[in-house]
């Protein structure tokens, strides 16, 4: 489940953990969960949520409920079920940010559902929009490092906001307006690798989100992380994550 606060304070107690609410804030909450909302009495907030099955068998019909305790029929269907998320082994707790897609996606989702249920097929593409962007806002969320120069960060910010392109150390020394030499340098002490490798990793976490989330071709998720060669992008695939993009996807396709 996705709960954020759109207007107010209170707080949210999430598998006995305590959450501080107020406008912005979101929480992803883990399968099987308990949550227990309280308001605060001056401010009281105005919460969205939205549950999300990862993984529900496509020959049985689509049943928009949820199954809050072990007496409603649908509670632990063989044909719904969770699956694992790694970036999210636990509860998510994070901010809205106004230039990202994720609280604009959140909000269309609600309101495709105020009228009537969306068909199955468009109710499956937008769970996996939300979960690519969820754990997109987290990729970003962690570009911000702690103990690193703002050089360092406006480049990594740079990286994940350009990985479609065919990044390469010429385009961070252009944006930096640092020579190479001191981008090699920044790269090898903060963050222990080089700028190309750090490119790389990037774009193949992305891949690995799109491979999971969009019924993309290998060639057109090549496309999308600025490696249009499908044979190169399937060699950079395996080499960084041990598997071909086909095998990965077999193991872990949400919905």
């Known amino acids: 489940m996705v709960v954020w606060c759109k207007a107010g304070t209170g707080t949210v107690i999430a598998n006995g953990k305590s959450c501080l609410f107020e406008s912005g804030r979101y929480l992803l909450l883990p399968w099987g969960h308990s949550i ?102 987290e990729q970003r969320s962690e570009v911000h490092d702690h103990g690193v120069p703002p050089e360092i960060e406006r480049m990594k910010e740079f990286i994940s906001f350009h990985i479609s392109s065919p990044l390469s150390l010429r385009e961070l020394v252009e944006f930096s307006g640092l020579s190479p030499s001191t981008v090699e340098r920044l790269f090898r002490k903060y963050l222990r690798t080089t700028p190309v490798a750090w490119i790389l990793s990037a774009k193949m976490e992305r891949a690995k989100v799109l491979l999971r989330t969009r019924r993309l071709s290998v060639a ?26 086909l095998e990965y996807r077999r193991q872990g396709c949400w919905l």
Not at 61 to 85: E, G, K, M
């Open 220 to 245: 057109e998720i090549g496309s999308e992380v600025g490696i249009p060669d499908p044979y190169y992008f399937s060699k950079r695939f395996r080499r960084v994550c041990g598997k071909s993009p």
């Open 36 to 137: 227990k909302y309280e308001a605060s009495a001056e401010d009281p907030f105005l919460l969205g949520g939205i549950h999300i099955i990862p993984a529900h068998l496509p020959k049985r019909p689509l049943t928009f409920d949820v199954a809050h305790d072990s007496a409603h029929p649908l509670a632990n269907a063989s044909f719904r079920r969770d699956i694992q998320i790694p970036e999210f082994p636990d509860l998510k707790l994070g901010w809205l940010n106004a230039e990202a897609p994720l609280g604009h996606l959140l909000e269309y989702i609600v309101r495709a559902f105020v009228s009537r249920p969306p068909q199955e097929e468009m109710a499956r593409w937008m769970a996996r929009q939300l979960l690519c962007e969820l754990v997109s806002s």
